[in-house]
């Protein structure tokens, strides 16, 4: 299977490449102890045949999501076995505290550079997701430490590539186009030619953006697109087989898992058709994802593709899982089969 994904997380029980990810995952403890690994809605870049795993950092008790200590990072060479390395990014820099989450990193070759990027609820300790912002950081060195560059809410005054002229008439459009858009759950894709992309919920959780980077992956241009108008969708995941784009998300229900929604488009613009649900399981596996929220995708050294989801706990997120799940593409029909039980 010829796959680009937009990035890779995964972390499972010891095997060799030539078992596969699978029967690592059948193997052993399919839900993932996270006491071992604490890097919540993050992503794995690999550099060297080594693979990076960045991530929240989640605390104890109803305050667990507020942890401010940054972006956690751990090392493996085989996608099985991790160490922990550290905090790749202090969320406290020049005295300017933020909440941040869902760590994305990505290698620009030209400039030699990783660059971090971040969604920021607050900063200075008020916590008002309005604040909204697309977050950048960047560092010489894959296990940083990542410096802050800025944080922005993108493409004020600027129209989408598909915009129609009954656009204002939609508030939140309108709102964004004025002031720069609104930017929260998001991911980022980079392209069998090397553009980066970054993929966004905007319009006040309504309609996702997908934007093209510039050349130092540090900033958005002007060309962007309108997907999924007004379908309340959120935590995106992009991966590419052959020529076409998938895109799976989730619903709008807060902490609580709903069923997963898979679409797929010949243009990473747009635009997105709906397909059916890709669950494979039992009734209750297919209204919750595996009772998850699908965050990244991987692919293996035998070329099998793989979905990563978070299992969250909002009472107490230290004890959030992880469950993983494998991409099964035949004559053009798409589904996700979970490896392991519970």
Not at 94 to 116: A, D, F, S, T
Not at 189 to 212: C, P, Q, R
Not at 226 to 241: T, Y
């Amino acid at each position: 299977m010829k796959s680009c994904i937009a990035l890779i997380i995964l972390f499972l029980p010891l095997f060799t490449y030539g078992e596969g990810v699978s029967s690592c995952l059948n193997d052993g403890e399919n839900n993932i102890n996270p006491s071992s690994v604490n890097a919540h809605g993050g992503g794995v870049v690999s550099s060297k045949g080594m693979y990076y795993w960045f991530g929240e950092v989640k605390g104890k008790g109803m305050d667990g999501n507020k942890v401010q200590q940054g972006v956690s990072l751990y090392e493996s060479s085989d996608l099985c076995n991790w160490k922990y390395k550290g905090v790749a990014y202090s969320s406290n820099q020049n005295n300017n505290v933020i909440y941040l989450e869902r760590p994305k990193v990505i290698y620009n070759k030209r400039n030699n550079e990783y660059i971090m990027w971040f969604h920021i609820d607050y900063r200075k300790g008020f916590n008002n997701e309005s604040y909204a912002r697309l977050g950048v950081a960047e560092s010489k060195n894959i296990e940083g430490p990542y410096k802050f560059i800025t944080s922005y809410r993108p493409n004020k005054d600027t129209k989408p590539v598909n915009f129609q002229k009954n656009d204002f008439n939609d508030m939140y459009f309108k709102s964004g186009y004025e002031s720069g858009f609104d930017s929260r759950d998001f991911t980022l894709f980079k392209d069998d030619d090397g553009k980066a992309y970054v993929i966004y919920n905007s319009e006040m959780n309504n309609t996702l953006h997908v934007a093209l980077l510039d050349d130092t992956y540090t900033r958005v241009t002007n060309e962007y697109s309108r997907v999924l108008i007004n379908g309340r969708n959120e935590a995106p995941v992009i991966f590419k087989i052959d020529k076409t784009y998938f895109m799976i998300t989730s619903g709008l229900t807060g902490w609580k898992a709903n069923q997963a929604r898979l679409f797929e488009s010949d243009n990473i613009f747009g635009p997105w058709i709906r397909k059916n649900n890709p669950i494979k399981g039992t009734p209750e596996d297919i209204a919750t994802t595996f009772n998850s929220q699908s965050a990244f995708s991987i692919e293996d050294k035998l070329g099998n593709l793989f979905i990563f989801g978070d299992r969250w706990s909002p009472h107490n997120p230290i004890e959030s899982k992880y469950v993983v799940s494998e991409i099964k593409y035949n004559n053009g029909n798409l589904s996700m089969e979970r490896i392991g039980n519970d």
